[in-house]
């Protein structure tokens, strides 16, 4: 699993900012930038904040959604503080399940700044090199989020954790049962798994 988040870290560097570069838009003012801020990470994200969302779906659901593939998803979004550029940087970490076929697949990226879109605050989140990505809302009482497939590149590419690195890459394309995921917001622990340098471990422990 280290040399698949390795590979992915350097195929990152590569090409970084090519995802995001094509997607950017004007950012919102300052004081709606704040208070979305303050309502995905449950006030000011200071130094280092995170936001922890899981959904896992069941037989009802998936009854009602018969061509959805994902069976479970955790949503991770990170804010940084970067005072040497005097602005706060954004990232996400996604795992998903599928419900016919085993293994746990990763994906994970940059954040624009929130932007505004038909009366909604997001913020738009996408994998280098071409990997298409995800939009992330809140619901109005900021106890869930929503995870839009589609409006990059039409899917998001994930790595499966248990592959060797050739064989790991693999895309998620927004179907019709998986263009729009609702996930609930959870404690920071349930995302632990979405992470693996330590001192983030122990920093997203603690929150």
């Known amino acids: 699993m280290q040399r698949t988040f390795l590979v992915v870290a350097l195929a990152a560097a590569a090409c970084a900012g090519a995802a995001l570069t094509a997607q950017t838009k004007e ?36 009854a009602q959604h018969p061509k959805q593939k994902v069976s479970a998803m955790k949503l991770l979004v990170s804010a940084e503080d970067a005072p040497e550029d005097k602005t706060t940087n954004y990232s996400f970490r996604l795992g998903v399940t599928y419900r016919h076929r085993p293994g746990n697949f990763d994906s994970s990226g940059y954040c624009n700044h929130a932007i505004e879109s038909g009366h909604e605050v997001r913020f738009e989140c996408g994998v280098d090199c071409e ?77």
């Open 27 to 62: 950012a919102v003012d300052k004081a709606t930038a704040a208070a979305f801020d303050n309502r995905m990470f449950a006030g000011p994200p200071g130094a280092k904040a995170y936001a922890c969302f899981v959904r896992r779906y069941d037989a009802n659901h998936l």
């Open 131 to 207: 990997g298409g990505g995800i939009t992330v809302a809140l619901s109005k009482d900021n106890k869930s989020a929503t995870a839009r497939l589609g409006r990059i590149l039409g899917r998001i590419m994930v790595w499966n954790r248990d592959k060797p690195d050739d064989d790991a890459r693999e895309a998620l394309f927004a179907g019709a049962d998986d263009k729009i995921f609702r996930v609930d917001r959870a404690n920071s622990s349930e995302c632990a798994e979405l992470v693996t340098d330590r001192q983030e471990l122990a920093a997203l422990r603690h929150k």
